[in-house]
């Protein structure tokens, strides 16, 4: 199976610009997570998305919005970025069932410059 | 925030066992712990987990004080590939949150 993917891996925008970030979990999960890491805060939860819905979110500015489409690809939305939005964005898929177990991407690495 | 203590480094040489404590003092009854690593520039990867039995798998072994209080996880045979962070996480199954509390975890350099 293949694993979680990101798109794209690297991004330079300028302050003020909006930005969108794509996963695509692993064929069959419905769970979507996504993190921010940066090396100040480490990694933080932005928000869950399961059957295209919602379930869970972190505490981030309303800035921070995310989708889950019918296929379960998720993306997630930055508007207004800031410097400190720079940051390494993770998604993480599980399947319907899966309790324990995350299956990270590799990540998009975002520079607000 | 995180309901986790871990040492910020630990240094292990290769072919030696790691072994990679952590505090969970205030942890709840339906809590789990959770074991995930991160090596440099990838994304976090699933080790171990377990509530209140100790438990093994391919990877590692996860050993739990009996009041839950803290626990261990071991790296048997520790190769330079297990450089990484590791995290320590507290937290109900993900069925029911969605998400982990991730910690500073402790960064293990395994030596040659």
């Known amino acids: 199976k293949a694993g979680v993917t990101q798109t794209p891996r690297y991004l330079i925008k300028t302050r003020g610009q909006q930005v969108t970030l794509s996963c695509s979990p692993i064929s069959g999960h419905r769970s979507v997570s996504w993190y921010q890491q940066t090396p100040g805060q480490g990694l933080q939860f932005l928000f869950e998305?399961?059957?295209?819905?919602?379930?869970n979110k972190g505490n981030f500015p309303g800035r921070f919005s995310g989708r889950q489409f019918s296929n379960s690809r998720s993306e997630m939305n930055v508007s207004t970025l800031e410097l400190g939005d720079s940051a390494l964005y993770l998604c993480?898929?599980?399947?319907?069932?899966?309790?324990?177990?995350?299956?990270f991407g590799p990540g998009t690495r975002l520079t607000v410059t | 925030d995180a309901k986790t203590t871990q040492p910020p480094s630990m240094d292990c040489a290769e072919g030696r066992a790691a072994n990679l404590p952590c505090n969970h003092s205030t942890i709840s009854g339906n809590e789990y712990v959770y074991w995930y690593r991160q090596i440099h520039s990838q994304g976090p990867q699933y080790i171990i987990h377990g509530l209140k039995n100790n438990e093994t798998n391919e990877m590692a072994s996860l050993i739990i004080t009996e009041d839950r209080k803290s626990s261990t996880l071991i790296l048997p045979h520790a190769t330079l590939r297990d450089t990484a962070v590791y995290y320590c996480i507290v937290s109900p199954a993900l069925s029911n949150t969605g998400k982990l509390i991730f910690g500073q975890g402790t960064t293990l350099q395994v030596k040659p």
């Open positions: 998305y399961f059957s295209e819905t919602q379930r």
């Open positions: 993480a898929s599980r399947h319907a069932g899966g309790q324990y177990e995350q299956y």
